[in-house]
């Protein structure tokens, strides 16, 4: 499984981004994918996961109201869409994929994307 993100930039506080993470393969609807980050200096926390069906998601208490993580099964890609963006929310945001596991511990997650950069100014 590969996957790929995109969507990250430059962006004042209290504005929008949206993520994409498309997996090249073809049996996407079988993963769990999750959204990570990582600051410099701090360790990679999770944001949010989408069940299989995207039917069942789960957040970060930190992003919670403001970042929603949906699935377009039909174009193997999840998104992230992110509001009321604060400088605290600026990393390197990572898509994660696992075909056994929805959780919020990196360890339970298999393949990784390559990092999309997201700064949020003040």
């Known amino acids: 499984v590969q996957l790929q993100a995109s969507g990250g930039g430059l962006v004042q506080a209290g504005g929008s981004l949206r993520l994409s993470c498309v997996a090249s393969v073809s049996t996407y609807s079988s993963y769990y994918m999750a959204w990570f980050r990582q600051a410099p200096g701090k360790e990679r926390e999770f944001v949010a996961a989408a069940s299989r069906s995207g039917g069942s998601t789960s957040y970060a208490d930190s992003v919670k109201g403001r970042f929603t993580i949906s699935r377009g099964n039909a174009r193997n890609t999840v998104y992230l869409q992110m509001n009321s963006l604060k400088p605290e929310d600026t990393a390197v945001y990572y898509c994660?994929?696992?075909?056994?596991?929805?959780?919020?511990?990196?360890?339970?997650?298999?393949?990784w994307g390559q990092g999309t950069q997201v700064t949020v100014s003040s």
């Open positions: 994660a994929a696992d075909s056994l596991w929805m959780g919020s511990r990196t360890s339970q997650y298999t393949y």
